[in-house]
């Protein structure tokens, strides 16, 4: 594994290249000359007027004093270094000063024992500004900047990549992010047991507590108080181990493709591939494990432009580093969390037994099932098991088989509903309403329409039913919040609309509302047959439009076919084209579909006036007459539960067929592509309002 | 039927307001798509280039909200502030507004959106407005 490109100097000095540091010493010798000079203008001897061995002993004692405190805790020989070197400085520049004013006062240069050691004022003031720029050098920087974590404060990874270029052999930098912050109180004073690790949370802790021993976790979650000291856990050892460690050589590496699009384009000359070819390890970006590691539970990882930006060939750069970060997000980058999970040892992520939870778990229900006690479950449990023959009862749904059975004393004006055919392999179908012995088995052939079924299941509780007509298969989905009757009457409406002679081609799915019901009806196409879905109105319509579709296309049948064996009625009477110029402005209130113009029509057999918004070009009469069709359908339909709106859905264009006023007296129709159907399911709503108003 | 139609407005927001905020979440480094989806799953309006049909993170990203939000209430946990959901393709993120509708963001991997997540808070009330 290759180290990161920084070399260790550069960090472990960065202190002696900081001219904020000089200038700080400059600016104290210069206090000091000047105190110097009135001292000795003043007439103020320089001479100690203290004993000599405190001369000797008082500076190195303060300094070493310094030394340990500042650096705490620092090795031994590094501590007498530091001090001996200020010892050293102090005593050179005592001298230089004594030497100096005496080339301007006689009486120094002759005053025995005054040079050496030299008075401890003033430049006791000022030696221990060189610990400002020496810092670095005297101590490793995790040593002055990793100050001792407090129990139970979280690290701030923000401020990760705000910092200094952050290298494997540079703790300092890495160490920034370890600074606490003041935690949030929670009520808690007396600081707890060991703060345990959780993984993915980051949460405030209790109050601050002394500070303790440093402990690299970085990553806590509050401990009541009252709950006995735990034994850290797998997760908490591994990130400790990690981050204690001073080996900083772990790295990650990210694609350089999956954070490209984060630099602005004009950033480089010539071309991304060329440039990830180019960089110090190609086609990757490398950064340092810990620096990911200690964001890792905040659910983002940034690093600054500068942990990069040496790994980035220059002459193909076309700015420099400011302007690189001018141009980047906070001057960071984000890196893929796949990726550094991926290259996080795996025991990071080892799973710990959850808190126990104050209720039983088996208490929790089924949010997907009808409450216990309800009438459906009841009835279910009182009815007589189903017939195998006619429906299939999935396992997610309890409803009650016999709701759903169709009705043989109702009247079907519109679609005849054979004896319906079996379609699960475990339960062979009989022939003759199940009675035994009345037809031998037929073979057991699994129906790949259940398949279809069975993966809507999870959306929402559905109750599958398979009905036989001639010519034509209906594959129903109904929920037991429905009414039973609505998919068949949902049924007709769609296959008088399917064959109508001015029906838009193709048709991938008719969707039919209410107010608080919908069917979706989905051609499967020739031979295939129809799915039928029926759910209430909640978030999963779409998904289960979605996923009818979906899965007609994953069956690889036609989408938009129609089965063949009805006939295709007869054609529309004539319809009067009205001119009511009321009407023209409500095109721009669809915008969701497009550039529509607006007709008005007035169907003479029943006077319904019907507003369609048509594309440019379209055929209006045959729209109108489609619409007016539709519509009557939908209002002679009996038990349609208020179906109020249709939507034929064929590629990218939509035909949302909407009935306006008490007893539909008009229809607002409008066709186009549109990206944004909710809205224009919206806005034909509006419309409606605004026709019937 | 009156003299005086006219388009009735959806929200207290223009729509040139609710698609300059989405395009502002979708110009963020990693977002494909910036949607605003109703409470059934559809998309009321999105901006951005999503590698696929954009009705499916709308349909999806309904559905796990009012499931999420079911379970959420039932342990009694606060109100549902945001699902971050991560796949095989990419990640999406689902911000619920208070006026029922979502603010879907489809992005390349859930790093980027969690970066965009720093700048839903002031699109959420315009947002929301707007449906």
């Known amino acids: ?693 | 039927m009156t003299d005086g139609l006219a388009p009735v407005p959806l929200g207290s927001t223009a729509p040139e307001e609710v698609h300059r905020c989405l395009g502002r979440l979708a110009a963020l480094p990693g977002v494909a798509l910036a949607a605003l989806v109703d409470a059934e799953g559809f998309v009321l309006a999105s901006v951005g280039t999503p590698p696929g049909d954009p009705a499916g993170p709308a349909a999806v990203s309904s559905w796990l909200v009012e499931a999420l939000d079911a379970t959420r209430e039932l342990l009694g946990l606060g109100a549902l502030r945001a699902v971050l959901l991560e796949h095989g393709d990419g990640a999406m993120m689902v911000n619920p507004l208070r006026s029922g509708g979502l603010l879907a963001l489809v992005g390349s991997d859930p790093g980027a959106l969690g970066e965009a997540r720093r700048r839903i808070d002031e699109a959420l009330p315009i947002l929301g407005r707007g449906l």
């Open chain 1, 1 to 693: 594994m290759s180290r990161t490109p920084v070399p260790p100097s550069r960090a472990s000095a960065a202190s002696l290249a900081n001219p904020w540091a000089w200038c700080a010493v400059g600016a104290g010798l210069a206090i000091y000359a000047v105190l110097a000079t009135i001292l000795v203008q003043w007439w103020v001897r320089l001479e100690p007027s203290v004993p000599g061995i405190v001369s000797f002993v008082a500076p190195p004692a303060l300094y070493g004093a310094l030394v340990a405190f500042w650096f705490k805790p620092l090795p031994m020989p590094r501590w007498a270094i530091a001090t001996a070197g200020l010892w050293g400085a102090h005593l050179a520049l005592g001298i230089i000063t004594v030497g100096l004013v005496g080339l301007a006062d006689g009486e120094y240069r002759h005053m025995p024992g005054l040079a050496f050691p030299p008075p401890p004022v003033p430049q006791i003031l000022w030696v221990p500004l060189l610990l400002i720029p020496l810092r670095d050098v005297v101590a490793p920087p995790a040593a002055h900047r990793r100050r001792p974590p407090v129990r139970g404060e979280v690290a701030k990874p923000q401020a990760l990549a705000v910092g200094a270029p952050i290298a494997p052999s540079a703790p300092a930098a890495l160490g920034a992010p370890i600074v606490p912050r003041p935690a949030a109180p929670l009520g808690v004073p007396a600081p707890g047991p060991r703060p345990r690790v959780g993984r993915g949370v980051a949460t405030a802790s209790p109050a601050p507590a002394p500070p303790v021993e440093r402990q690299p976790s970085v990553l806590v979650r509050p401990a009541p108080a009252r709950e006995p000291a735990a034994a850290p856990s797998v997760t908490q050892l591994a990130l400790d181990r990690m981050l204690a460690s001073e080996h900083e050589a772990a790295l990650i590496r990210i694609p350089f493709e999956r954070v490209a699009g984060q630099f602005p384009p004009d950033m480089f000359r010539g071309s991304r591939a060329d440039l990830a070819a180019a960089l110090r390890e190609p086609g990757h970006l490398v950064v340092p494990q810990r620096l990911a590691l200690v964001q890792l539970a905040e659910g983002v990882v940034r690093v600054g432009w500068e942990v990069v930006a040496d790994q980035f060939p220059r002459d193909l750069l076309a700015m420099g580093d400011e302007g690189v970060k001018r141009r980047l997000p906070d001057a960071q980058i984000v890196l893929p969390l796949d990726e550094v999970v991926r290259q996080m040892p795996g025991e990071l992520f080892t799973s710990e037994p959850g808190p126990e939870l104050p209720f039983d778990a088996e208490d929790i229900p089924d949010l997907f099932l009808p409450p216990a006690g309800s009438p459906a479950v009841a009835a279910e449990l009182l009815a007589p098991p189903p017939p195998p023959r006619e429906t299939v009862v999935t396992p997610a749904s309890r409803e009650v088989e016999s709701r759903r059975r169709p009705d043989p004393r109702k009247p079907s004006d519109a679609v005849t509903i054979a004896e319906p055919a079996p379609i699960d392999p475990v339960t062979p179908a009989r022939a003759g309403g199940g009675q035994a012995g009345a037809a031998p088995a037929p073979e057991v052939v699994r129906d790949p329409r259940r398949d279809l079924a069975v993966r809507l299941f999870p959306l929402v509780p559905l109750q599958l039913t398979s009905e036989e007509a001639p010519g034509l298969s209906l594959l129903t989905l109904a929920s037991p919040r429905v009414d039973g009757d609505l998919a068949t009457a949902a049924v007709r409406i769609v296959l008088s609309a399917l064959n109508h002679p001015h029906a838009p081609r193709p048709i991938d799915q008719i969707t039919l509302r209410g107010p608080d019901t919908a069917v979706v009806v989905t051609p499967l196409g020739h031979g295939a047959g129809v799915l039928v879905v029926a759910v209430p109105r909640s978030a999963s319509l779409g998904l289960v439009e979605l996923v009818c579709r979906r899965q007609a296309g994953d069956a690889g049948l036609p989408a938009g076919a129609t089965h063949a064996a009805t006939d295709r009625g007869t054609p529309s009477e004539p319809l009067e084209v009205e001119r009511d110029a009321r009407f023209t402005g409500l095109t721009s209130a669809l915008d969701a579909v497009g550039p529509l113009r607006g007709s008005t029509l007035r169907d003479p057999r029943d006077g319904r006036l019907l507003q369609l918004f048509l594309p440019d070009g379209s055929d209006v009469r045959a729209a109108g007459a489609f619409t007016a069709d539709l519509a009557r359908a939908l209002l002679r339909a009996p038990q349609t539960g208020g179906l109020d709106t249709v939507i034929v859905r064929g590629g990218e264009h939509r035909m949302i067929v909407r009935l306006a006023g008490a007893g539909g007296g008009a229809v607002v129709a409008a066709v186009g592509e549109t990206r944004a159907p909710g809205l224009a399911h919206r806005q034909v709503a509006e419309i409606a309002g605004a026709v019937t108003s």
